[in-house]
Each structure stands twice: as structure tokens, then as C-alpha cells.
């Protein structure tokens, strides 16, 4: 759980340092921005027809008695609304870095530089890394699908679908979510997806520790303006923390 608190303390720092240069923080608000209100919109739509949508997803409870039928409506509602959710946090992740992938370059590169900077960093174009943006952000919609359709399944089951299914829901949204935030920092390493996985895997509860508390926050209407940059700007720091610690450890093997 050290790990995990950490993450979730460069999560903070991220704050402290936008709230330094609000300049920052106002150019990593822009993308949010835009990313926020097509979202919602969709939400909207979602909470008006969920009635509708949970009856055709349980076509099978048509015959069932009333109180059975509630019952399954009601999970399938649930369940849909944190499929829904997690889908759209993962996703927002990816848009809002598509749509701010210059504003997110120019503040990751000036964290950097407050840090220390990054030897032989790799200079990439805006459209090229728009289009890797976009690319790596539809890989881990699909990769995240793997883990929300069965959770989605599962969410028809009374009890455990209402209470468990949403705590595994989070967290893979927010482990999702911190693959995105750290993509970034990663290329301008010129580290792939397929690097980016496994150098976070080794920390995992570090990665959490950032996502958990930046998916949760998100979710709250229009508060995801401001925890995106900020979960950005502790994105870079994760990614420093994990890459720094990587190359040490390659250093002590080679030693």
C-alpha cells in the first residue's frame, strides 16, 4: 500500500504544481473542457433512456414475477451506468489527450524541465503525436473492454453486482486511466504502448494510487476540468518515479 499512497500523493503534488503556474493550469483546462460537455451530454442521454435500455438488455425476465424483474432491472441499470462510466472515463482520458495532445506536450516538457529535464528526449510533431494519441487510446478502450463486459455480466447478480461489481469497475478504470495519463512522458522517451505497460505493471499500486482518486474525481461533473490537468501533471510524475526506478534497477543488474 506504500506504492499506492504515493501515487495517490503525486496526484497532489500535480495540484500543487499547476496552482505554482496557473498558466499551466488553465492551457491543460482547455481540451477538458470541450471533452467534458460531450460527455456529459452522452450521460444525459444514458440516465433518460436507462429504463428503456435495461429492459432490452433482459429480455429474458419479460415472464418473470414483478418482484424478480425489478430486481434484475435494477442490476442491469446499475451495471450498465458503471459500465458507462468507466468506458467514458477511460475514453475522456483519450479524447481530452487527442484534443490537447500540443497543450499536454508543451506542459509535460515544462514539468520536465523543472524536474531536471529529459536526456535525449525525443521531439515529436503534434500530428504525429495526436495520431499516437489516438491510436494507443483506442488499444486500451478495446484492452479495457476485456475486463467491462464480463464485469458487466456480472452485474445482473443481486448483491454481489451492486456492491462488488463497482469497486472492480473503478479500479479497472483507474488502472486504464493511469496508462493514459503517463503516455506522454513516455514518448518523448520514445517508448511505445507495449513499453508503457510493462514499465507500469512493475508498479502497479503506484499507477492506482494516481488513478483511483483522478477516475473518482472525474466523475464528478465539470470538476474533471480541473483533475485532468492535474492528473496529467501526476502522470509525469509516476512516469519519472517508474522510469527512474526501472533504469536503477538495469543499473545495479549491470554492475
Do not use: C
Amino acid at each position: 500500500m506504500r506504492d499506492f499512497v504515493k501515487g495517490v500523493g503525486m496526484f497532489g503534488q500535480g495540484l500543487g504544481i499547476l496552482l505554482r503556474r496557473p498558466k499551466l493550469l488553465l492551457l491543460g483546462a482547455i481540451p477538458a473542457v470541450l471533452t467534458t460537455a460531450i460527455l456529459l451530454g452522452g450521460l444525459a442521454a444514458l440516465v433518460v433512456w436507462i429504463d428503456e435500455l435495461a429492459t432490452w438488455v433482459t429480455p429474458f425476465a419479460d415472464d418473470w414475477s414483478t418482484g424478480w424483474q425489478t430486481t434484475v432491472r435494477i442490476a442491469a441499470g446499475v451495471a450498465l451506468f458503471a459500465a458507462a462510466i468507466s468506458i467514458g472515463l477511460l475514453s475522456s482520458t483519450a479524447l481530452t489527450l487527442a484534443i490537447g495532445a500540443p497543450f499536454y506536450e508543451y506542459i509535460a516538457e515544462k514539468v520536465e524541465d523543472d524536474l531536471g529535464g529529459v536526456p535525449n528526449a525525443v521531439e515529436t510533431s503534434g500530428w504525429r503525436l495526436l495520431g499516437m494519441g489516438i491510436r494507443d487510446g483506442i488499444i486500451l478502450v478495446l484492452l479495457s473492454l476485456l475486463y467491462t463486459i464480463p464485469l458487466f455480466v456480472a452485474g445482473f447478480i443481486p448483491v454481489f453486482g451492486q456492491f462488488v461489481v463497482p469497486v472492480l469497475m473503478a479500479l479497472v478504470a483507474a488502472w486504464f486511466l493511469s496508462l493514459e495519463l503517463v503516455g506522454v512522458p513516455f514518448y518523448r522517451r520514445g517508448m511505445a504502448l507495449k513499453q508503457r505497460r510493462e514499465h507500469m505493471r512493475k508498479r502497479r499500486m503506484l499507477a492506482l494510487g494516481l488513478g483511483v482518486p483522478a477516475s473518482l474525481l472525474s466523475a464528478i461533473p465539470f470538476l474533471a476540468i480541473i483533475v485532468m490537468p492535474v492528473a496529467f501533471v501526476g502522470g509525469v510524475l509516476v512516469a519519472r518515479e517508474v522510469l527512474q526506478d526501472s533504469h536503477a534497477g538495469q543499473a545495479h543488474l549491470n554492475a
